[in-house]
């Protein structure tokens, strides 16, 4: 973990940043490799742009940390002690970064303690970092997209007309583990009208004949990394005639950002590329979000695939493609792949078929 500690300390100095203080959260794994609980007892990384880091935490913690394989400097805390002292004491400079998701209690105890500092966000920092994906990140992405095209590869032993979305998702939940997570992200089973909310997750809607089914779920492996991936079914008979025309263009616009997606190309143009599809079919008013998100240790970092970030793609970089059509109260489509950019284009991890699935 020295070396992130040193390409974080590089940014810090490139930002103008004295000292980083990270709690526990994906970034706190990122540069330790301690996957902290977050408790009410206060962890936190304390990192200098020059001289030694050191990691405060409670004294019934240090063995866990040790166990996790820290390198630094631990700095425990008895019950009595005030760590947030402890903290500030090694926080040097006028800048310190917090981490973004920071309890805002830990926030207003630091700036107290910290009175001459300017605290400002740490996200940047360690974001332009943690997108960049090392080798070993992207082999663990790939594992986590395997994995969970295994679950879809099964929906038909779970889907079927006159089951509720939540029996299916129950099903799913186990085939997520079972396939090779080590926890459940995240299932969404919309069926009908529930697929035309993006969001949805599972409900006791009873699944009919001939209803458009959004399948989108996601877990994280072993290795710390998460998979999202999201296809479309049908059971028991034919879908409405409207659905399957838009369904067809749908898998022309995520063709086509698939096509357009690689090294050199903005975030912002990839959003575009499926956009102008859709809008020349008319269908521009049903895609209501973004084209996709970053992917890593959480299910939702930077880079994100939207209109108005003009940042260019490089190599390393994990994000999904993920158009979508939502005919509010009456049916819902997504298709959504993980890919990452390569020196020469795409890798895209999921290779499940990405038309509509009959079962």
């Not at 001459?116 to 966000?121: D, E, F, H, P, Q």
């Not at 050199?264 to 959003?271: C, K, L, N, P, Q």
């Amino acid at each position: 973990m020295t070396t992130r500690l040193d390409r974080a300390r590089e940014q810090m100095r490139a930002r103008g940043v004295s000292t980083m203080l990270i709690t526990p959260g994906a970034d706190l794994r990122y540069l330790t490799g301690y996957h902290a609980k977050p408790l009410e007892r206060l962890t936190c990384l304390v990192l200098p742009v020059d001289g030694d880091a050191a990691l405060v935490v409670p004294a019934l913690e240090k063995a866990a940390a040790h166990a996790a394989g820290v390198e630094l400097d631990l700095l425990t805390w008895d019950e009595t002690d005030d760590p947030y002292a402890l903290v500030a004491d090694r926080a040097v400079g006028d800048v310190v970064a917090v981490d973004d998701q920071m309890w805002a209690s830990r926030v207003l105890a630091l700036q107290e303690r910290l009175t001459s500092a300017r605290v400002v966000l740490a996200g940047p920092t360690v974001s332009a970092l943690r997108m960049r994906k090392e080798p070993a990140e992207v082999q663990a992405l790939r594992d986590a997209g395997a994995a969970i095209d295994r679950v879809h590869a099964r929906m038909g032993e779970w889907l079927r007309v006159g089951r509720t979305e939540r029996e299916v998702g129950a099903d799913i939940a186990r085939a997520i583990v079972d396939e090779g997570h080590t926890q459940v992200d995240f299932v969404i089973v919309g069926s009908g009208p529930n697929g035309s909310s993006p969001h949805h997750e599972v409900s006791d809607r009873v699944i009919e004949a001939g209803e458009p089914v959004v399948v989108d779920i996601g877990g994280t492996n072993a290795a710390g990394y998460c998979s999202d991936s999201t296809r479309n079914y049908v059971v028991g008979a034919d879908a409405p005639a409207d659905y399957l025309e838009a369904y067809a263009v749908l898998e022309q616009a995520q063709a086509a950002q698939r096509a357009h997606a690689g090294p050199g190309v903005t975030a912002e143009s990839i959003d575009a590329v499926g956009r102008t599809v859709l809008a020349e079919a008319g269908l521009a008013a049903l895609f209501i979000h973004r084209t996709g998100h970053g992917i890593g240790q959480e299910t939702h970092e930077e880079p994100y695939i939207v209109e108005g970030n003009d940042l260019v793609l490089e190599p390393g970089m994990a994000f999904s493609i993920e158009p979508g059509c939502y005919a509010e109260g009456r049916w819902g489509a997504r298709i959504e792949d993980i890919a990452v950019c390569t020196e020469d284009g795409l890798e895209v991890l999921n290779t499940r078929p990405r038309g509509l699935v009959r079962l």
